[in-house]
Nanobody, 124 residues
Framework: QVQLVESGGGSVQAGGSLRLSCADS????????MGWFRQAPGKEREGIAA??????IYAASAKGRFTLSRDDAKKILYLQIDSLKPDDTAMYYC???????????????????WGQGTQVTVSS
């Protein structure tokens, strides 16, 4: 069983930064691949960044301002977000899966386990 718990969201002004954390209590096999997603009100859930066998991949809209990293010892997945914009306002989720490949790792349907989300609100 995998339990993912996100934290680090909040209300910030445009231009600020946040670092989101996702604590992973699953075994390394079950959560071998992890990613960050977000969902704004009235919109579909979209992939931001994910781990693949060939390294981290980012959605085109996320390149340059979002950085995914992992602390294996603490079993925490991070998402650093810089130069926040009002359009970044959304619920942010981390997700885990035994397997995903390539660009499919940015699709929500590739992941079996989800956290409860952490809200990010950016004001102008």
């Amino acid at each position: 069983q995998v339990q993912l718990v996100e934290s680090g969201g909040g209300s910030v002004q445009a231009g600020g930064s946040l670092r989101l954390s996702c604590a992973d209590s699953g075994d390394p096999i079950t959560s071998a691949f992890m990613g960050w997603f977000r969902q704004a009100p009235g919109k579909e859930r979209e992939g931001i960044a994910a781990e693949t066998r060939r390294g981290t991949i980012y959605a085109a809209s996320a390149k340059g301002r979002f950085t995914l990293s992992r602390d294996d010892a603490k079993k925490i997945l991070y998402l650093q977000i810089d130069s926040l914009k009002p359009d970044d306002t959304a619920m942010y989720y981390c997700a885990a899966s035994k397997w995903c490949a390539g660009d499919a790792c940015l699709r929500p349907e590739s992941f079996n386990y989800w956290g409860q989300g952490t809200q990010v609100t950016v004001s102008s």
